[in-house]
């Protein structure tokens, strides 16, 4: 049917073209280098962008807005730009703004995928179940939802947490997903084959409140477009021209949401960097950028390979490394800029973590007495775990620090908790620390109970603890909050008792592991989850180096309480994930160890497609510098409180030695301290360092690349990306083993995908390629 809102392109005549043509370019194209003008000016029909580190995609994406405005190719209102985050959404009005005053206001759809999302599931609610002032769910609503959920069907909250089904959720809902589309297989792990009756209830439960979560934000719109195509021929007609940002980091349900729009016309250009794609552990999808010549055939690829950050050995080293990733379109960054002065990217060695926090320390130093600025200097690792060493460090030297993207690391929500644990064990009168973990993790008491016992205390004037135990010789406290509170009370006794016996390390991991904090931290599913595993960890390390817990936890108070002001200039410590899109004039990438980087959980679960990943997350560690770029690896890393060597990361044997000066640091040698070439420790190592993981990717024997193939219509997309890419060699039947889980039994095979049903382990969904035959 013909849609009545459904606009022609206006006219242009043969004499209007050729006034074109002979005016001189606008202003706003003279700044352009010629790939940027090219991208700008390729305004119709299908384009992508390759814009690597530094090359300028920002100014891209805006002036190209600009210029379809200016050209009267559309109104402000016929445009869809899409970004990631609200503050590029800003930064895209003021440029647009700044180029065509005036015109940037009358913009409504230019925003985050979930903001868009959130707009049109207002204007046409009613055909998706909801009404228009729905409320959209925060977290603590969702988790409180979810424990109803599990609460009614009988389900055990400590053995299958509300946060683990909410991330299972949002992982279907981020693949497009609704409840009758999940592969049964794969709600079966949960809750002993409950997993898609408890998403269906969840859907029913928010429909009810007439609530969404932001996992609907964009499935509710896919479900509205598939259901409703004189909807989508609205919106098909209303974007005359479609601009996405980031396209690398999209998911698989931002991908169809795309793709159902862009049926209306091939106006749309997509913005990112395939070498930057590095959240593949929350949703995103590098083959949506990989794949986009086949989606949209005669597609105009632009490459911006022209930098405008990096020295030219920075980039050369960085472009060299990335070369060895095979899911890539490729292209090599490049500068014009002439710096005499450049030097090549360092990279050295230390002898443990202490002494890398203590010259990578004693460098910063040297760079801001030499008149560097603090606030130029970043220092960026793969775990937030790696930054206990250089917070101690800098409070010991007096630099000046500031952590982006999360609390500092004793400030972090684990680690105060576990502080709780063991300053109730060494001073049982400290109330505030028994408030904290009375009911952490959850020992079945709620306010009433907790209220209890601090009127007691205060009535009978003693400590929390004390009154705790006082109420569990009368009959105040019954039921679930009884037995909580007697384990607990009792637990302190004893830990203080052991405090005398064992040394305090393993102390500290005893309570760690008998107060259920550490199982409540492994059942958690959420994406931190394993980074807060690894700081409860690296907090056990850095206990060792005191004689007792006391004086850790006197040590932890000094560091505290050593803040610096806000205002000040500051040298900033933050993950490599945190750092995208950022520039300093000096970077600092400590870590660069097998195991720890690449990551040994991400060489596991992942392979080889987990091993480019990590090697992109190298790349953009290196072009985040625009001047000086240091790589440190340590020799020896402390690990459960026994040391242990640590293998050079086989990145480092990956940059070019041309461009690559290596650091002689003194007593240690460098990496040439070991002898033989400056890059053969790789090997050297390997031999001592096996998992899985690393012999997998070693031999490039995993599972290959993800190839997608979807079809070219929108139907029976959804299905063809549950359906396994290669069949497997193992059948029904076969005696497997696995390395984390054991002996075990295939009882199901899709694709490459078993279920096997372990003998101690239980049932459990596996990548063929994780188990052999026995």
């Not at 352009?32 to 891209?60: F, M, S």
């Not at 500051?570 to 600092?588: C, I, N, Q, R, S």
Request: with cysteine.
């Amino acid at each position: 049917m013909t849609n009545p809102m459904r606009q022609t392109a206006p006219t242009v005549s043969i004499a209007e073209r050729a006034a074109r043509a002979s005016r001189p370019a606008p202003a706003y194209l003279e700044s352009l280098n010629p790939e940027q003008r090219r991208a700008v000016e390729a305004i119709d029909g299908p384009v992508l962008v390759l814009a690597g580190a530094g090359t300028g995609k920002t100014r891209v994406l805006t002036t190209r807005i600009a210029h379809i405005l200016a050209l009267g190719k559309a109104r402000p209102s016929e445009i869809l730009a899409v970004t990631f985050t609200n503050k590029a959404s800003r930064e895209m009005k003021e440029r647009i703004g700044r180029v065509v005053p005036g015109q940037s206001e009358g913009m409504p759809w230019l925003g985050t995928f979930h903001a868009i999302g959130t707009r049109i599931l207002r204007r046409h609610a009613e055909l998706v179940d909801l009404k228009p002032d729905f409320t959209i769910l925060d977290t603590d609503d969702q988790i409180r939802l979810a424990k109803q959920i599990l609460s009614a069907e009988n389900i055990d909250e400590k053995r299958w947490p509300a946060r683990q089904l909410l991330g299972q959720i949002d992982a279907w809902k981020n693949r497009g997903l609704t409840p009758e589309e999940v592969p049964k297989s794969e709600g079966d792990w949960f809750a002993h084959g409950k997993g898609l009756k408890l998403y269906n209830l969840y859907r029913d439960r928010l429909k009810t409140l007439n609530a969404a979560d932001f996992g609907d934000l964009l499935l509710e719109p896919i479900r509205l477009f598939r259901k409703n195509p004189d909807v989508l021929e609205i919106y098909q007609s209303r974007f005359r021209y479609m601009l996405v940002d980031e396209y690398q980091d999209t998911n698989i349900a931002q991908y169809l949401w795309l793709r159902l729009l862009a049926q209306g016309n091939r106006n749309l250009c997509v913005v990112g960097d395939d070498d930057q794609s590095i959240y593949g552990w929350r949703g995103a999808e590098v083959d949506n950028i990989l794949r986009f010549e086949t989606d949209f055939p005669g597609a105009v690829v632009v490459r911006l390979e022209r930098n405008y950050r990096s020295t030219s050995h920075i980039l050369a080293a960085a472009s060299h490394l990335i070369s060895h990733n095979e899911g890539r379109l490729g292209k090599t960054l490049f500068t014009d800029i002439v710096d005499p002065d450049e030097v090549p990217v360092s990279v050295a060695s230390s002898w443990d973590s202490e002494e890398e926090a203590r010259s990578i320390n004693d460098e910063i130093e040297r760079l801001h007495k030499a008149g560097g600025s603090l606030d130029e200097i970043a220092i960026l690792m793969r775990t937030t775990a790696q930054m206990r060493a250089f917070e101690d460090r800098f409070v010991t030297a007096g630099t000046p620090y500031r952590v982006i993207g999360g609390p500092r690391f004793y400030e972090r929500k684990e680690i105060r908790d576990a502080l709780a644990y063991f300053r109730c064990v060494t001073q049982p009168a400290y109330d505030l620390a028994f408030e904290r973990i009375v009911n952490v993790p959850a020992r079945g008491m709620g306010q009433v109970t907790i209220r209890t016992i601090t009127e007691a205390a205060r009535d009978r004037e003693v400590p929390l603890l004390t009154a705790a135990a006082d109420l569990l010789a009368t009959d105040e406290i019954k039921g679930k909050a009884r037995t909580g509170l007697g384990t607990l009370v009792a637990q302190f006794d004893r830990w203080r008792t052991q405090m005398a016996t064992l040394p305090h390390t393993e102390l500290a991991e005893i309570i760690l592991e008998e107060s259920g904090y550490t199982d409540m931290l492994k059942a958690d599913r959420s994406a931190d989850a394993p980074g807060r595993l690894e700081n409860l960890k690296e907090l056990i390390r850095s206990m060792d180096e005191f004689d007792s817990l006391p004086a850790f936890l006197e040590h932890v108070s000094l560091v505290t309480e050593a803040q610096s002001d806000a205002g000040d200039e500051a040298v900033t410590l933050m993950t490599l994930h945190g750092a995208k899109g950022l520039e300093f004039d000096v970077v600092f990438l400590p870590g660069w160890e097998e195991g720890l980087f690449p990551s040994v959980r991400a060489l596991d679960e992942s392979g080889q497609s987990g091993l480019e990943e990590e090697r992109r997350l190298a790349y953009v560690g290196l072009t985040r510098a625009r001047k000086r770029a240091f790589v440190w690896f340590a020799l020896n890393r402390r690990i459960h409180g026994m040391w242990q060597s640590s293998a050079p990361s086989r990145f480092i044997d990956e940059l070019p030695e041309d461009h690559v000066a290596v650091r002689e640091e003194a007593g240690y040698g460098g990496i040439g301290g070991y002898g033989g070439s400056r890059f053969d420790q790789v090997e050297t190592f390997s031999s001592s360092y096996h998992t899985p993981g690393w012999e997998r990717a070693k031999r490039r024997e995993d599972v290959p690349r993800r190839q997608r193939n979807l079809p070219s219509t929108i139907e029976g997309e959804l299905v063809a990306k549950s359906v396994a890419d290669r069949p497997s060699a193992y059948a029904p039947g076969a005696r497997v083993f696995h390395q984390k889980f054991g002996n075990g039994n295939v009882a199901a095979v899709e694709g490459n995908k078993l279920t096997v049903d372990f003998d101690k382990a239980g049932r459990k969904r596996v990548l063929d390629s994780f188990v052999t035959s026995v």
